[in-house]
């Protein structure tokens, strides 16, 4: 066998076990998914729900609270990122850090500071290599988040929401996640969680025809707040999460499936090459055979004379 078909035979067969393996990984993702879209649906109604509550008990008092009160000079803005903590998922990773940054750029034309919290090790990795400050970061769970990590990542952002500016707190929190749409769709967004637009949500609720609940507060509408604000920050950041996680399953699969397509179409054109190759060789073998042939013959016919 000559060398450059043992050349392609090597490179043919290193191809395919990649592609064994990135039709492993497409599955796995794919059924991923499923399960991921079911913790969306499941989380919805309560944070709709709880959001709906908070709405009442803000209108239906004037207390002043950093869950629905809006601060006349915003200075500070805290902004928590979700990346994923694997790659192989294209650009899932950094259309939500490009989406970050340009939230990041309005802020800081606002005249706000930015505190950034990242979530998955992409986005650490991508501020930590350009040598940004980083608030706090969590890593571990992006692929599969349960309420107890939207509660660690909650946290800090709520004491910071809480906290007077001058002593290192906080006017607004953003997050910047990557909203799951559909299987082939997958959108990197920003949205303001504090304080809460009262406007919006009545307009969202009158829209759908929905009538806000009256409540009696016990003890009192501030009190109520106090209590439902860590639950409201927490729901928000775990149906992001959840979103976050579904898109990147959704985006590994699509990338999987383009790297194992583009596996196949190589391994067509190194068997093409390859046999191009072994036919030049029959033909080179041949050849060299016809020509001993004649060569014999003539030096026989040499010999009888």
């Given at each position: 066998?000559?060398?450059q ?15 064994k ?60 990122l ?13 259309n ?19 505190d ?71 959108n ?27 409540f ?6 501030e009190d109520v ?45 190194l ?35």
């Amino acid at each position: 066998m000559g060398a450059q078909l043992r050349v392609y035979k090597r490179r043919i067969q290193a191809v395919t076990a990649t592609k064994k393996i990135t039709k492993a990984m497409e599955m796995i993702a794919a059924s991923r998914i499923v399960k991921a879209q079911r913790k969306v649906a499941a989380s919805k109604p309560y944070a709709t729900e709880l959001t709906r509550a908070v709405t009442a008990v803000a209108t239906g008092s004037n207390a002043k609270h950093p869950l629905t009160t809006e601060v006349d000079a915003p200075t500070r803005a805290a902004v928590l990122l979700v990346t994923s903590d694997r790659g192989l998922a294209g650009g899932y990773s950094s259309n939500a850090i490009k989406a970050a940054e340009r939230l990041r750029e309005r802020l800081a034309s606002e005249g706000k500071e930015v505190d950034t919290y990242i979530v998955g090790r992409k986005g650490v990795a991508y501020y930590g290599f350009r040598e940004r400050k980083v608030e706090d970061s969590w890593t571990g769970f992006t692929d599969n988040p349960a309420y107890g990590d939207a509660k660690r990542v909650a946290a800090p952002l709520i004491e910071a929401i809480q906290k007077d500016t001058a002593e290192g707190g906080v006017d607004e929190l953003h997050i910047v996640f990557t909203e799951f749409v559909s299987m082939m769709t997958q959108n990197a967004v920003d949205d303001r969680m504090l304080p809460l637009s009262l406007d919006e949500v009545a307009q969202e609720s009158t829209r759908k025809g929905e009538i806000l609940p009256l409540f009696d507060f016990e003890p009192s509408a501030e009190d109520v707040l106090d209590a439902l604000l860590p639950r409201y920050v927490e729901s928000r950041i775990y149906n992001a999460l959840l979103q976050a996680a579904a898109s990147e399953h959704a985006a590994r699969r699509r990338a999987m499936k383009s790297a194992t397509d583009n596996a196949g179409d190589l391994i067509k054109s190194l068997s093409r090459l390859a046999n191009a190759a072994r036919q030049a060789e029959i033909t080179q073998e041949i050849s060299e055979i016809v020509g001993g042939a004649s060569a014999l013959a003539d030096a026989t016919a040499g010999s009888d004379k």
